[in-house]
């Protein structure tokens, strides 16, 4: 006897899975609350074929959520409201509106990461949302209460960033300023945008952006709290030292505690009215693995250095890695970044001045003038660099990502460091065995289950995307080394040798 027809879509991966429209009729809900919804819930689509596709266990396990039931009585409040505002009734209008249900997602976010670990690990795209949506113009888009409201938790991050000392790696591209910290022994990297006026494209769906930030902005404030409380740092932060006085009697204390904290110039005050004291891990380098996987340590890189910025220099990104390292800075007191300036720029003990322009005509003798990128490199190399490739109109060297993969870690070799060692430490480290070659290699492939062939392709075909990619990179690199030549400046701006 033959076998059971077998009917399409009832076996193999298409079984697991249901499309979009079938999603919407089980949880009977509208494409927008639905959206919403997976968004809160961390519910994300798969591409299969084409085909938008949502796993089947992920929508049952929608099925009985809290939310469903807020998003129905929602609508039906929404339906009241405008009912009342087509029949002008004003008093039920307002009432109605008073009384709209408000979304609490704190049970949300504490079914969704139920330990502190789970939180840090989807902290990267939170945090550069935040960063993006905190640079953002207040638009119909995007109103004025949600940039306040980023605006005001990126602060506090970086905040906890300079009193932790956490700050590892920085990198300087086109999209923004990349910024990685290490957070409970894991990496946490966002960007901050350059200080430009952001242009909004016309393309984006803005209410899916608005569910983002809803999520992000209740999420981001808990990890804030639990990180100031790590620390044993008030939350929300305070000043430490001294009230809240300035010359301007018209400014209130809220706003000025506001604008002292956007300065990142100030310390904060600890539950213990004194300055906080962070647990060290004990390090042993025998052990480590190689050089280039050992964290730098920068805590302590601009100890005993004073920088003054320019006024073409953006504060923020510059700011915040100087504070991080233990170095003072202060800027130009102007109408707009009059809080938190410490000292003038005519203070003799100043060691560094930052400028993005030509030298200017007057030059106090002391300190060096040096452009932007040096703060950056030297956070990168561990150590502060040599000033002279760094002078005002000098072309600056290479700045490299200390993204970059192990294969090209030898090019920091530029910043001075010893190439021997690091070649000794992965000699030991090498196998002795012998790898496969090519035919070899063909003839394990073929031996390979269908299943397991597939996936092996497409293993194959990333790498050779990725090595396509790095050839394309080296070729630039080189042609990009060939343009570089010595600039011989003759100036009397003081060198030195840090």
């Known amino acids: 006897m033959a076998g059971k027809l077998k009917k399409k879509g009832d076996v193999g991966k298409i079984a697991a899975h249901l499309t979009r429209g079938q999603a919407l009729r089980k949880l009977q809900l509208s494409l927008a609350n639905f959206r919403r919804l997976c968004i809160y819930k961390g519910v994300f689509p798969r591409e299969m074929k084409g085909k938008i596709m949502y796993y089947k266990k992920d929508i ?22 405008k009912k009342a505002a087509l029949g002008k009734d004003e008093r039920s209008y307002k009432d109605l509106v008073a009384t709209l249900p408000r979304l609490d997602l704190s049970m949300v976010i504490k079914d969704r990461y139920p330990s502190f670990d ?5 902290l990267d795209d939170a945090l550069s949302l935040i960063f993006t949506l905190s640079t953002m113009p207040g638009t119909t888009r995007v109103s004025a209460e949600v940039v306040q409201e980023c605006h005001r938790l990126s602060i506090e991050f970086l905040h906890f960033v ?40 016309k393309d984006i769906d803005f209410k899916i952006i608005k569910s983002f930030s809803e999520f992000y902005m209740t999420y981001v404030g808990f990890v804030n709290c639990h990180l100031f409380n790590s620390i044993n740092i008030i939350y929300p932060p305070k000043i430490f030292g001294g009230t809240l006085q300035h010359k301007n009697s018209k400014v209130s204390n809220n706003d000025l505690l506001h604008e002292l904290l956007n300065s990142l110039n100030y310390d904060l005050k600890s539950n213990n009215d004194s300055t906080p004291k962070l ?94 990128q040096w703060i950056f490199d030297s956070i990168n190399n561990g150590e502060c660099v040599s000033t002279n490739q760094y002078l005002p109109e000098a072309i600056l060297p290479s700045h490299l ?29 090498t196998s002795t065995r012998k790898p496969m070659t090519d035919e070899q290699k063909k003839m394990a492939a073929l031996s390979l289950p269908r299943k397991k062939k597939k996936l092996y392709d497409k293993l194959i075909k990333i790498r050779k995307t990725k090595v396509k990619a790095e050839t394309k990179l080296e070729q630039k690199r080189a042609l990009l080394s060939q343009k570089d030549k010595p600039l011989h400046i003759q100036s009397s701006i003081p060198v030195e040798e840090i």
């Open 60 to 81: 049952a396990f929608l099925t009985h959520d809290r939310l469903i039931s807020f998003f129905r009585e929602e609508r039906v409040h929404r339906k009241k409201i």
């Open 401 to 429: 990502s200390p993204f970059c993969s192990d294969k090209y870690r030898n090019l920091i070799e530029q910043f001075g460091t010893d190439k021997t060692n690091l070649q000794n430490d992965q000699s030991e480290g």
């Open 279 to 372: 647990p060290q891990i004990d390090s042993f380098p025998e052990y480590n693995e190689s050089p280039i996987t050992r964290s730098i340590n920068t805590s302590n890189l601009f100890v005993g250095k004073k920088f003054f910025l320019s006024r073409e220099v953006p504060k923020l990104p510059i700011i915040f890695p100087i504070k991080c390292c233990g170095g003072l800075v202060s800027w130009e007191d102007d109408s707009k970044s009059k809080y938190g300036v410490l000292f003038s720029e005519d203070d003799s003990s100043i060691t560094h001045q930052i400028i993005d322009r030509p030298a200017p005509h007057r030059l106090i003798i002391g300190r060096v003038y040096i452009q932007p």
């Open 162 to 201: 300079i009193a932790s000392k956490s700050l590892k790696k920085v990198f300087i591209s086109v999209k923004g300023y990349y910024f990685q910290a290490k957070i409970n022994d894991r990496p946490v990297t966002w960007i901050i945008p350059h200080n430009l006026v952001p242009i909004i494209p």
């Open 118 to 122: 789970d939180a840090i690990k989807d």
